[in-house]
């Protein structure tokens, strides 16, 4: 239990069970002889290999085998619209709205694999905020956006 001192609180360590490793030991089973081994059936060594192995694997899946995905990973690329004669202002809302339409467009007559149909979901992406993109894919799973796609 506790005794409050002033604005603090003391707890009595004597009065809590502490758990004692010894005896954990003492009434664990010995492991089954299976075929299997498992991880308390292994030593030392064959477990710091295992981690070893473990760790090796886990890199090269993030890395890649000499490190060729670690470029992606620390310095991505950074992927916007380029400029388009017809949005020559700084307000490029329009612009936004014609990449998300056009998007939509390809994707309905090219597939969403296409690669020109990419480059639009790229551009509305960079440009369009994303609370209207979320409002505009709501309308269009409702049936009521404005546009033909």
Not at 27 to 55: M, N, R, V
Not at 81 to 103: G, K, L, M, S, W
Request: with cysteine.
């Amino acid at each position: 239990s506790h005794v409050r001192m002033g604005n603090t609180l003391s707890y009595s360590t004597s009065l809590l069970p502490v758990a004692r490793a010894e005896a954990e030991e003492d009434a664990t089973p010995p492991p089954k002889a299976s075929g299997k081994a498992t991880l308390e059936s292994l030593s030392a060594e064959e477990l710091e290999e295992l981690k070893a192995e473990i760790i090796e694997e886990t890199v090269n899946k993030v890395a890649g085998e000499d490190g060729e995905k670690l470029v992606d990973l620390l310095e991505p690329s950074v992927d916007t619209a380029p400029y388009d004669p017809r949005f020559p202002n700084r307000n490029q809302a329009r612009h936004c709205f014609v990449r998300f339409n056009e998007y939509h467009k390809c994707v309905f007559e090219r597939g969403e694999d296409h690669p020109r149909c990419q480059f639009y979901e790229r551009s509305y992406q960079s440009l369009c905020p994303a609370d209207w993109l979320e409002n505009w894919n709501e309308l269009r799973e409702k049936g009521l956006w404005t546009g033909k796609y």
